[in-house]
């Protein structure tokens, strides 16, 4: 069967998601406290049966992950020229960048401020805002379209699944 890798991801998520719900569910359920023998409640917890569902579980999402590990590095998004897992890297790096810009491009040129000695100290940027303020403008522009481009490959390229 061929899958997408949007629907690979989707896959995973909700396999992670039962593997929580059991270990959620055997933290419930793996001991019981009471005072009394008839007031001991059996949750019918199994211990090997939790352990070799949690183990199938893992077997997939590992299978899952693996396939999605080589089509990232492999697939080519075609208008970044780089592989899935390059554009991935290379959004959070551009992601990064953009934090720092867009908090230099909203400081103001000159501040002032006042010391304990009552003198007026003033503190000046070094750069240029306007040229800060391009630079962020392309970063938005180039996060957003790197985003469509992944998104577009996520979900047009197909992975064979056994």
């Not at 959070?92 to 304990?116: C, G, H």
């Not at 100290?121 to 392309?138: A, P, R």
Request: negative net charge; proline residues 1%.
């Amino acid at each position: 069967m061929k899958m997408c890798n949007a629907e690979i991801l989707k896959k995973i998520k909700m396999l992670e998601q039962s593997k929580s719900d059991i270990l959620g569910e055997e933290v419930r359920t793996h001991q019981v406290s009471y005072q009394e023998e008839k007031d001991r409640y059996d949750y019918g917890y199994s211990f090997s049966k939790t352990r070799e569902t949690v183990s199938g579980l893992d077997d997939e999402i590992r299978k899952l992950k693996h396939l999605l590990n080589i089509s990232n590095a492999t697939t080519i998004v075609p208008e970044f020229s780089m592989t899935l897992g390059e554009c991935l890297v290379y959004l959070a790096q551009l992601n990064r960048e953009f934090t720092i810009v867009s908090r230099m491009a909203k400081k103001e040129p000159t501040t002032t401020n006042t010391t304990y000695g009552g003198k007026v100290e003033y503190t000046s940027l070094n750069y240029d805002k306007e040229e800060c303020q391009i630079k962020l403008e392309w970063l938005q522009n180039t996060i957003a379209q790197l985003q469509i481009a992944i998104d577009r490959t996520n979900l047009t390229n197909m992975i064979e699944v056994e």
